[in-house]
């Protein structure tokens, strides 16, 4: 059973770092992603990382100043994100893939979701 917990988010500067957290209480190690959602906006692809880890794939808005990484033996993602910028305020979900290689940027090829975590940033 799929349960995902996001932490992390919270008020930040602009021009500051956060890392958001993602972590699988239930243990099913699968690719996972992370999307977000800006008030009044769809729900957007960041970034989604394969089970092994060793491939990822990033929106353009993520390039060069986020980085995805995992610790399977954790069941946990890491969302290291630099440079934020007030744009970057969203709501910031994670999610899990049904296989172990799927990264691409659908959101319907995601079938598990956390509850999201706040992301502010505002001087």
């Known amino acids: 059973q799929v349960q995902l917990v996001e932490s992390g988010g919270r008020l930040v500067q602009p021009g500051h770092s956060l890392r958001l957290t993602c972590t699988d209480s239930?243990?099913?190690?699968?690719?996972m992603a992370w999307f977000r959602q800006a008030p009044g906006k769809e729900r957007e692809f960041v970034a989604a990382?394969?089970?092994?880890?060793?491939?990822?794939n990033y929106a353009d808005s993520a390039k060069g100043r986020f980085t995805l990484s995992r610790s399977n033996s954790k069941n946990t993602t890491f969302l290291q994100m630099n440079g934020l910028e007030p744009e970057d305020t969203a709501i910031y979900y994670c999610?899990?893939?049904?296989?172990?290689?799927?990264?691409?940027?659908?959101?319907?090829?995601?079938?598990?979701w956390g509850q999201g975590t706040q992301v502010t940033v505002s001087s």
């Open positions: 999610a899990c893939s049904q296989n172990s290689y799927y990264i691409g940027s659908g959101a319907s090829e995601y079938p598990y």
């Open positions: 239930g243990g099913t190690l699968k690719s």
């Open positions: 990382i394969t089970l092994s880890g060793q491939y990822t």
